[in-house]
């Protein structure tokens, strides 16, 4: 099973949008564990290899290279396109999701 991260702020925005890429694998009948942490809690996370791919919320984009930093090249690091993350787009999110783990 792959694991995707979702990163924001404080972890709360993103549930919903966590939700609907659940959703969203149900109908394809896939398998992922998906889940939506705050970037402090991400970090450990990540550093634990208890992730596939992490996705980041546009608001932290800037945190990018930090995460990337932490990842240490061993997993992809990728911005949520803001307008799918706006319109809490799962189907979208959780395809994007699966190109960076191919």
């Known amino acids: 099973m792959k694991n995707i991260l979702l990163v924001c702020a404080a972890g709360m925005s993103t549930s919903m949008l966590v939700k ?3 959703e969203h694998a149900i109908t394809i009948n896939a398998d ?3 889940n939506a942490l705050a970037i402090a809690e ?4 990540i ?3 208890e992730a596939d791919v992490v996705l980041l919320g546009p608001q932290i984009r800037f945190q990018k290279s930090e995460i990337e930093e932490v990842a240490q090249g061993k997993i992809p690091v990728a911005v949520i396109d803001m307008k799918d993350y706006g319109s809490m787009n799962g189907k979208a ?3 994007f999701a699966l190109k960076l783990l191919k």
């Open 32 to 34: 992922f564990n998906i």
């Open 47 to 49: 550093k634990n290899n």
């Open 93 to 95: 999110v959780l395809e």
């Open 42 to 45: 991400a970090k450990g996370r």
């Open 20 to 22: 609907r890429m659940i």
